[in-house]
């Protein structure tokens, strides 16, 4: 890893309860293939990124180095989701770290691009999506609540959030509670974070649903979907 | 139309000017058909479906009878939303109205079976999506606003959403100001409106972004992704 290199860590230490898995989700089969084989794929392919770390739950590993073979290295998390960031950093070797959600199978090579970019310049950036619908709570019952949510300048996060690695660490370890997302550590701390534009493709799979639809977009992107090769080094 | 009927309203007289198309966003080409002829296809070839009628702007009632050939009758909108709302249901005959936005091209059967039965059961009924993504404010200087929005409990809209069309229609006349969505005008009457599983596939072309997604999912549903063929009667 070049001392200006960047360092994609992948998270796969979570639970998913809702895809039903009773496991973790990340192995869940996406058209005969682990879930988070994809994003693998996608890091270890792309010559944006100069290693690849796969954090999983304690325990998780064997399995997870079978997956991960020629493509990324295995690191143990921690109990929560910062814990594990933090093992993934502290593995990781390069200037810059991508931090990415394992459920989110399609990150492209224009998105990784323009995170590195924003984060070199920034320190730490998001990709992030406009709300195009509209917005309603949930009555305890089931219907919905009258009045809708001001969606002007709402945003969705989605990963790999970029951040420099020092500055991302030193926030991490000084974090307290439970952060809802990496950016929070740096949020949390008044580090502005900038944003770059995001993509409807690199949707999380968190339901059954989702896996639906990241079947059929698996089927649609054929050829241009990365295959769960060994990189070449 | 029978009198317990279905009528689909699809309504296309919006402008989208996001997509950079200069005209009506729903006569973008998706894979070489026009995105509107997708919702339509839909429609027509459901077997849930009564009618189906297509709204559009004044003055592209012609290009849209080209479109609609065989599977809607082409009805002329007005300026807002739920004046072409109010145009559709005026032209419709069933006893229960489903209204969708015409951006949305892959309504599935299942969807619309569930949208129909929780109209019949609780007179207004809306197709939602839980939100899995973080949410943020951007600042104005386009970085993140800390602290984050509380998405217990918060539903993303989708459509078509369904009503009795009478109850509809009656409040849709009364409805002052612009509203955000087809559910606005009876929940702001006080009626309650029930929620039914919405779908991930269900996306809303609004950005060239999107466009791109739609054309993967399009690929890959291929034999899946009904035909803009004319309806057998």
Redesign the interface.
């Known amino acids: 890893v070049p001392e200006r290199g960047v360092s994609a860590i992948v998270l796969a230490a979570g639970r998913g309860k809702r895809l039903g898995a009773g496991g973790n989700k990340a192995f869940v089969s996406l058209l005969g293939r682990p879930l988070l084989s994809y994003a693998l794929a996608a890091f270890s392919r792309s010559r944006q990124v100069d290693e690849v770390l796969l954090v999983v739950a304690r325990g998780e590993e064997e399995e997870a180095r079978e997956v991960a073979k020629g493509m990324a290295r295995v690191v143990a998390g921690g109990e929560r989701r910062q814990d594990s960031a933090l093992a993934g950093v502290e593995a990781s070797r390069g200037r810059i770290v991508l931090v990415h959600d394992a459920a989110r199978p399609f990150p492209s090579e224009a998105l990784l691009r323009r995170v590195i970019e924003g984060t070199l310049e920034h320190q730490a950036c998001?990709p992030?999506?406009?709300?195009?619908?509209?917005?309603?709570?949930?009555?305890a019952?089931?219907?919905?609540r009258?009045g809708?949510?001001d969606r002007e300048?709402?945003?969705?996060?989605?990963t790999p959030q970029g951040f420099e690695r020092d500055l991302y660490w030193r926030h991490l370890r000084e974090a307290k509670g439970a952060l809802?997302?990496d950016?929070?550590a740096v949020?949390?701390c008044?580090v502005?974070?900038?944003?770059v534009?995001g993509?409807?493709?690199n949707?999380?799979v968190?339901?059954q649903?989702?896996l639906?639809?990241a079947?059929?977009?698996?089927?649609?992107?054929?050829d241009l979907c990365p295959p769960a090769e060994p990189r070449l080094e």
Chains 1, 2 share one sequence.
Request: charged residues 25%; aromatic residues 2%; proline residues 5%.
């Open positions: 998001v992030v999506v406009d709300i195009t619908d509209t917005l309603r709570y949930r009555e019952g089931g219907t919905l009258p809708t949510i300048g709402l945003l969705r996060m989605q809802l997302d950016a929070e949020l949390s008044g502005p974070i900038a944003t534009p993509e409807a493709m949707l999380k968190t339901t649903d989702d639906a639809l079947e059929v977009i698996a089927r649609g992107l054929g």
